[in-house]
């Protein structure tokens, strides 16, 4: 087969990888990719939203199947694109159509799904400028801290998480009458605080089959300790210890049937990655959020532990009968430590050489913000490198993981290291 991933981060650097080690690939292009996922296959210089781009590079390359790592393009409708086209249609995309990517693309959207189908979620209201003041009411019944959620994509930077009353009053009115996210938050969601342990769940489904992946836990604060200002993501394990064969079946029985089964009685045709963020609170799962694709840096610790064939996967996915299909979890423990640009995740330097990759022993190096300047690798995003080490035990995960980190050398980087010491 000839597959075309789309995306640039650390999340298709490791799809890169694993897709490269199917028999069933004949040739992987990337568009655009970075200067690691070259090794695994063609990078192509075509951004995720030309979806004209797309659709003729397909074409001329005789595609049989998109994969669609970042939720823009299919928040923005490419499954649709493709559908729409009657050279293209026959092309499977995995990832949802627009319609299923609302559960990301609409904070609103996804709260309301939940309440129709009884999935456990905080209590919430949406607001717009309109209702600007029933929101400021809304907020001082709701309890402390108050959780304020841009409805649109703000690039994962339009949740705050408010310590009072006033405080969220005013960020609610700045996010709507002032467009603090732009667009994205010309409605925004007022939601209850969930105190618990966060964990990321993730399903591929057919529309009616699924398969849960591995389960990880990403750590968000720049800083050691879990403080600090968020981030996309500092590192992440895989599996998650509290997560168990009971709490699972929690979440299967009360969230991901109650999700796939939704979407199929409401007619929304969904092939494709569902991650499911959750708060453990006391034993118990709640919903935080929905997202349309799979999650990054947690990418780079489930892939490493799936040891089946992901194209033979995505097939199913594809064709619908993903039930028919074999799914191989590893027993070991996959560990990421994620390199970052000095600033971030402020402003962040660029353009920096990297060097000592050939240094790392046990780990694999996925490549996040990075790009080639002739043969030298240079740093192009706030995140840069994900180091991940696959161990038989935690400890030894982390401790890989990390000393590989070390390793590696680019002016201002930054790396945690005590990523999942809250688990041993």
């Known amino acids: 087969?000839?597959?075309?991933?789309?995306?640039?981060?650390g999340r298709e650097s490791a799809f890169a990888w694993k897709l490269s080690q199917s028999p069933k690939c004949e040739q992987l292009f990337i568009a655009p990719g970075n200067a690691g996922t070259g090794q695994y296959g063609t990078n192509v210089n075509i951004r995720v939203t030309?979806?004209?781009?797309?659709?003729?590079?397909?074409?001329?390359?005789?595609?049989?199947?998109?994969l669609v790592g970042p939720e823009e393009p299919l928040v923005k409708g490419i499954h649709d694109f493709f559908l729409n086209d009657d050279q293209l249609k026959n092309i499977p995309v995995i990832g949802p159509q627009r319609e299923g990517a609302q559960l990301e693309g609409s904070k609103d959207f996804s709260k309301q799904f939940m309440v129709r189908h009884n999935i456990p979620a905080a209590a919430s209201k949406t607001f717009t400028k309109d209702t600007l003041n029933d929101g400021f009411e809304y907020i001082a019944t709701i309890g402390l801290p108050v959780v304020l959620k841009a409805d649109g994509l703000a690039a994962g930077k339009g949740v705050l998480i408010c310590l009072?009353?006033?405080e969220a009053q005013r960020e609610l009115n700045e996010m709507l009458t002032e467009a603090k996210f732009g667009d994205a938050s010309s409605s925004v969601v007022v939601e209850q605080f969930l105190q618990g342990i966060e964990l990321s769940v993730f399903v591929m489904t057919d529309g009616t089959h699924y398969k849960i992946l591995p389960e990880a836990k990403d750590y968000k604060r720049i800083g050691e300790g879990d403080t600090g200002l968020n981030?996309?993501?500092?590192?992440?394990?895989?599996?998650?210890?509290?997560?168990?064969a009971a709490f699972m079946q929690k979440v299967e029985d009360r969230i991901i049937i109650p999700t796939v089964d939704g979407l199929k009685n409401e007619n929304i045709s969904y092939k494709g990655f569902i991650f499911i963020g959750l708060m453990n609170c006391e034993g118990e799962p709640w919903v935080i959020e929905y997202n349309?694709?799979?999650?990054d840096p947690e990418t780079e610790s489930v892939m490493p532990r799936i040891e089946s064939d992901l194209v033979d996967l995505l097939i199913g996915v594809a064709e619908g009968n993903l039930n028919e299909k074999e799914l191989?979890?590893?027993?070991?423990i996959a560990a990421t430590v994620m390199m970052v640009s000095g600033g971030y995740p402020g402003e962040y330097l660029k353009n920096k050489t990297i060097t000592g990759i050939e240094n790392v022993r046990g780990s694999q190096v996925f490549h996040a913000g990075t790009y080639l300047d002739n043969e030298t690798v240079k740093t192009s995003g706030g995140r840069v490198l994900a180091i991940t080490s696959?161990?038989?035990?935690?400890?030894?995960?982390?401790?890989?993981?990390?000393?590989?980190?070390?390793?590696?050398?680019?002016?201002?980087?930054?790396?945690?290291?005590?990523?999942?010491?809250?688990?041993?």
């Open 390 to 424: 696959l161990q038989d035990n935690m400890f030894v995960a982390l401790q890989q993981a990390t000393a590989d980190a070390a390793r590696i050398y680019f002016d201002g980087m930054y790396f945690r290291k005590d990523i999942g010491f809250d688990l041993l």
């Open 292 to 295: 349309c694709r799979m999650g």
């Open 328 to 332: 191989i979890i590893s027993d070991k």
């Open 231 to 244: 981030t996309g993501g500092m590192g992440s394990i895989s599996p998650v210890p509290f997560a168990d």
């Open 164 to 166: 009072s009353v006033e």
């Open 1 to 9: 087969m000839n597959i075309l991933l789309l995306g640039s981060g």
């Open 50 to 66: 030309d979806f004209e781009g797309i659709g003729q590079f397909a074409l001329n390359k005789n595609i049989d199947l998109v």
